[in-house]
């Protein structure tokens, strides 16, 4: 089984569903993290956990909220779906005593089209 | 801001022939961590290699290497023999000490042609 978990892999939603993406890990990392990747622009931060308590925006939280269930699982909500959502997320989780030497461990990427 | 760009956005190389990736960023950070990450078609993000600023020494990992130039603020990743599973996005990434977040470049499309 893979360390980092996403579900769905591919998903195609309408404009104004609620979607929510799901993140799981093995690893046993306490720091979890969404990204979306778009063409062009890389990878931006959308919302960051340290722990179960501590959840913060990144750089482009709007639209979007999130929920750590567990130190295992971490959520993304997309509240109202708009086509400009559309996008790859990526789940990504650190070793917060180890992020320099190993970096993220990314899960596979859900690919949203929001239509 | 710290920003990381990748300056050519899609490169092409015959298969067994070197090629470099550019990566520059800006920080006023001393201390920090560089990486590359590879995007093949699978979507999967796959750490290729990375560097800590306080070295000079760069980085290889088998046919991966970097030249790192703290001064210029530059970390170009060098693909020796390539090979056609060598084709795939290519990230560049930092991160400075002590803190949480990578920066990414917008990446570089990589093709090895057979």
């Known amino acids: 089984d893979a360390d980092v978990t996403q579900t769905p892999r591919n998903r195609i939603t309408k404009t104004g569903k609620r979607i929510m993406l799901e993140c799981s890990q093995t690893?046993?990392?306490?720091?979890m993290y969404w990204y979306r990747q778009d063409p062009g622009l890389g990878l931006r931060l959308i919302y960051y956990?340290?722990?179960?308590?501590?959840?913060n925006k990144g750089e482009i939280s709007d639209g979007y909220s999130v929920s750590r269930q567990a130190q295992a699982k971490f959520s993304l909500s997309l509240e109202s779906a708009i086509p400009n959502q559309t996008a790859l997320y990526f789940c990504?989780?650190?070793?917060?005593?180890?992020?320099?030497?190993?970096?993220?461990?990314f899960g596979s990427g859900t690919r949203l089209t929001v239509v | 801001a710290q920003t990381v760009t990748q300056s050519q956005p899609e490169m092409s190389v015959q298969e067994a022939e070197t090629v470099t990736l550019s990566c520059t960023y800006d920080?006023?950070?001393?201390?920090?961590?560089l990486f590359w990450y590879k995007q093949p078609p699978s979507r999967q993000m796959i750490l290729v290699i990375r560097?800590?600023?306080?070295?000079?020494q760069n980085a290889t990992e088998n046919r991966f290497s970097v030249n790192f130039q703290k001064a210029a603020k530059s970390f170009s990743l060098k693909i020796s023999d390539s090979q056609l599973g060598d084709t795939a996005m290519y990230f560049c990434?930092?991160?400075?000490?002590?803190?949480?977040?990578?920066?990414f470049g917008t990446g570089t499309r990589l093709k090895v042609l057979a």
């Open positions: 990504a989780t650190s070793d917060s005593r180890q992020l320099a030497n190993y970096g993220y461990t």
């Open positions: 690893k046993g990392h306490d720091r």
């Open positions: 956990s340290f722990d179960v308590k501590d959840i």
């Open positions: 920080t006023s950070e001393n201390n920090y961590y």
């Open positions: 560097q800590e600023a306080y070295k000079q």
């Open positions: 990434a930092f991160i400075p000490k002590g803190t949480y977040k990578y920066i």
